[in-house]
């Protein structure tokens, strides 16, 4: 292990002190920090897991710290994944964007992830970063109501064409309202995984952008065809971003052809559980390794959330 900094030095002290207690040192550490914070910061913890349960619950009064146990889980049994994708970021930003999310996971650490946010760019499109021509054809899976179609298109003023997809009946509706008249842009009601399946949307009460698809239909949930990338759009692609609330690593899967033969520009949400953030790397590097990767986070400090892995 190189050190040639603070950020480097920080990392490897972290990761040492993951190797050398076992899990459950780590999860009775999680918890003694928790339990520091003052009332107002663990409620605020407790109300967003409760909003958006992708990591785990948390509620000391139930005895339930759900959300600590599947982190330390995931921090023990994949520190060497950690150490590995820290390696491979290129960037000292994207070295203290994960150190800072695995500081707030351990200790609660707020301040160095505030410092991480992401406030010259957008969300997918770091200009120092990707760089696009007149040639691209951008893949927006999660597409939402045309915020990041739009912001692409306003960031680079050029391109080929566009492809949105979004599984949302009324969210739909407002990306065709917002997108129309744009040329080239192509609209799809569908999801992306890893194969044509027939899933169903699982809503989001708090909200729509965080709607997931479920293989069961309970309540009598709308379906929504799903697809593999590397059938339903037979032309090269050269950039694709992915905000799909889980369901990344199957589209990954099914866009791992385009992948091979024309290494689009990715930008992948890697926050939306707790083994993303590290296997997402991995599974690209599996692709072709002659990718290179940075992350970017564009959430708050309260939690970790909004960071983005870009493979160029």
Same mark, same amino acid.
């Given at each position: 292990?190189?050190?040639?900094? &603070? *950020? +480097?030095?920080?990392?490897?002290?972290?990761? !040492?002190?993951?190797?050398?207690?076992?899990?459950?040192?780590?999860?009775?550490?999680?918890?003694?920090?928790?339990?520091?914070?003052?009332?107002?910061?663990?409620?605020?913890?407790?109300?967003?897991? /409760?909003?958006?349960?992708?990591?785990?619950?948390?509620?000391?009064?139930?005895? +339930?710290?759900?959300?600590?146990?599947? %982190?330390?889980?995931?921090?023990?049994?994949? !520190?060497? +994944?950690?150490?590995?994708?820290?390696?491979?970021?290129?960037?000292?930003?994207?070295?203290?964007?994960?150190? &800072? /999310?695995?500081?707030?996971?351990?200790?609660?650490?707020?301040?160095?992830?505030?410092?991480?946010?992401?406030?010259?760019?957008?969300?997918?499109?770091?200009?120092?970063?990707?760089?696009?021509?007149?040639?691209?054809?951008?893949?927006? =899976?999660?597409?939402?109501?045309?915020?990041?179609?739009?912001?692409?298109?306003?960031?680079? !003023?050029?391109?080929?064409?566009?492809?949105?997809?979004?599984?949302?009946?009324?969210?739909?509706? !407002?990306?065709?309202?917002?997108?129309?008249? =744009?040329?080239?842009?192509?609209? %799809?009601?569908?999801? &992306?995984?890893?194969?044509?399946?027939?899933?169903?949307?699982?809503?989001?009460?708090?909200?729509?952008?965080?709607?997931?698809?479920?293989?069961?239909?309970?309540?009598?949930?709308?379906?929504?065809?799903?697809?593999?990338?590397?059938?339903?759009?037979?032309?090269?692609?050269?950039? *694709?971003? @992915?905000?799909?609330?889980? &369901?990344?690593?199957?589209?990954?899967?099914?866009?791992?052809?385009?992948?091979?033969?024309?290494?689009?520009?990715?930008?992948?949400?890697?926050?939306?559980?707790?083994?993303?953030?590290?296997?997402?790397? %991995? @599974?690209?590097?599996?692709?072709?390794?002659?990718?290179?990767?940075?992350?970017?986070?564009?959430?708050?400090?309260?939690?970790?959330?909004?960071?983005?892995?870009?493979?160029?």
């Amino acid at each position: 292990m190189l050190i040639h900094n &603070a *950020i +480097d030095k920080k990392f490897y002290d972290t990761i !040492k002190q993951i190797q050398k207690v076992e899990q459950i040192g780590i999860l009775r550490h999680m918890r003694a920090c928790f339990h520091r914070l003052d009332t107002q910061n663990q409620q605020g913890i407790i109300n967003y897991m /409760i909003r958006f349960p992708y990591w785990g619950s948390i509620n000391p009064e139930k005895n +339930d710290y759900t959300l600590l146990e599947n %982190r330390a889980k995931t921090l023990w049994e994949h !520190k060497e +994944d950690f150490l590995w994708l820290y390696q491979h970021l290129i960037d000292y930003r994207s070295k203290k964007v994960l150190l &800072a /999310i695995l500081l707030n996971w351990m200790e609660f650490d707020f301040k160095m992830l505030a410092e991480t946010r992401e406030i010259n760019f957008g969300d997918y499109f770091d200009l120092d970063v990707f760089h696009c021509y007149t040639n691209e054809v951008f893949v927006d =899976l999660g597409a939402y109501i045309g915020d990041s179609a739009l912001q692409f298109i306003d960031s680079y !003023k050029k391109y080929k064409r566009v492809y949105c997809y979004e599984i949302t009946p009324n969210i739909y509706a !407002k990306l065709e309202q917002n997108t129309k008249g =744009l040329p080239n842009i192509e609209l %799809r009601q569908k999801g &992306a995984g890893e194969k044509q399946d027939k899933l169903y949307i699982h809503t989001n009460i708090n909200s729509a952008s965080a709607n997931t698809l479920s293989q069961k239909n309970e309540n009598g949930e709308i379906g929504v065809d799903v697809v593999a990338i590397d059938e339903d759009i037979t032309e090269p692609i050269t950039f *694709i971003k @992915m905000d799909i609330e889980g &369901a990344e690593q199957s589209a990954l899967k099914g866009c791992a052809e385009q992948i091979r033969k024309n290494h689009p520009k990715l930008a992948i949400c890697t926050y939306h559980n707790n083994e993303d953030i590290w296997k997402i790397a %991995r @599974m690209v590097h599996e692709i072709d390794s002659s990718y290179q990767f940075y992350m970017r986070h564009n959430g708050g400090n309260l939690t970790p959330t909004e960071y983005v892995l870009f493979c160029v």
